[in-house]
């Protein structure tokens, strides 16, 4: 099964069905206008088409006093802007509230991994219409995926995605088995690797997520060798003065080289 998207500008982005696989890239958070107009200037430019991502509010931080974002109604005006610009959007929803006007903007709405198997949640964003990324939690075994896929499906909506994004091992530690892109693609549904959020070491860092972003790279390689539909890459041109999440972030200048890499793995599994 295929997922397809239109960005502004009438490129097409396709999920699955044997097509390279489709990027989703941008900040964990939207930590300004101009610090997201400039970050999707970049990627596209080191990218081509793709999925831009920005959380407009970061539900699950650590702390109470972690930064969490503009809110709804700014940090959408703002994804607004970016797609005038000619991009489409991802970004979280966490409430069920959140679906409607969030499909306002955003062409694909991600469920995080935390709130995978929350029914209410999963059907609103189901009921949009728009693409639903479900995240696969960190506590879920990957044919479990099919249940949460199965609870946006009840509404009619079929344009579903499942993310990898590693599993709990032990405290503050994910590790990632390959074999779920193989089991997950079972399902029917594209699969995506999230090649950033895998290297978190969850409240690692005392009040907030530590990370190991030197495996971003080689684990990124090891899933398109394994066949992926999509990645999610969160970067950013300062990881160390991210709001969010920069211990776990791509640094920007090591995209454009990252991607010719993966896209000739990708090439070489899906012509076999």
Same mark, same amino acid.
């Given at each position: ?27 964990? =958070? ?5 610090? &997201? ?29 972690? !930064? ?13 802007? =970016? ?21 306002? &903007? ?25 693409? *639903? ?18 609870? =946006? ?17 032990? !405290? ?9 892109? *193989? ?8 699969? =995506? ?75 070489? &599994?899906?012509?076999?």
């Amino acid at each position: 099964m295929a997922v397809e998207l239109t960005t502004p500008l009438g490129e097409r982005i396709v999920f699955g069905g044997g097509a390279p696989f489709a990027l989703i890239a941008g900040p964990c =958070v939207i930590e300004s206008e101009e610090h &997201v107009h400039f970050l999707a200037g970049e990627i596209r430019r080191l990218a081509g088409p793709f999925v831009f991502k920005a959380s407009f509010d970061k539900a699950n931080r650590s702390s109470i006093g972690s !930064y969490r974002g503009p809110g709804l109604r700014e940090g959408l005006r703002i994804l607004a802007s =970016v797609k005038a610009a000619g991009c489409a959007i991802l970004t979280d929803i966490h409430e069920a509230a959140q679906a409607e006007p969030a499909a306002e &903007v955003a062409d694909i709405l991600q469920i995080p991994a935390f709130l995978c198997r929350q029914t209410d949640l999963l059907v609103a964003a189901g009921r949009t219409g728009r693409v *639903v990324n479900i995240k696969k939690g960190q506590f879920l075994a990957p044919e479990d995926m099919r249940l949460a896929a199965e609870k =946006v499906g009840s509404t009619g909506n079929s344009r579903i995605l499942l993310t990898e994004r590693g599993t709990s091992f032990g !405290y503050h530690n994910l590790v990632v088995d390959m074999r779920s892109l *193989v089991i997950m693609r079972r399902t029917g549904f594209p699969v =995506v690797f999230d090649a950033t959020h895998s290297v978190q070491l969850p409240a690692g860092a005392g009040d907030r997520s530590g990370g190991q972003p030197e495996f971003i790279e080689p684990l990124a390689r090891a899933a398109a060798a394994v066949g992926i539909d999509g990645l999610f890459i969160e970067v950013h041109e300062q990881p160390e003065r991210a709001l969010s999440d920069g211990p776990n972030a791509l640094r920007l200048e090591r995209l454009g080289q990252l991607l010719a890499t993966l896209r000739g793995l990708d090439r070489l &599994v899906k012509s076999t």
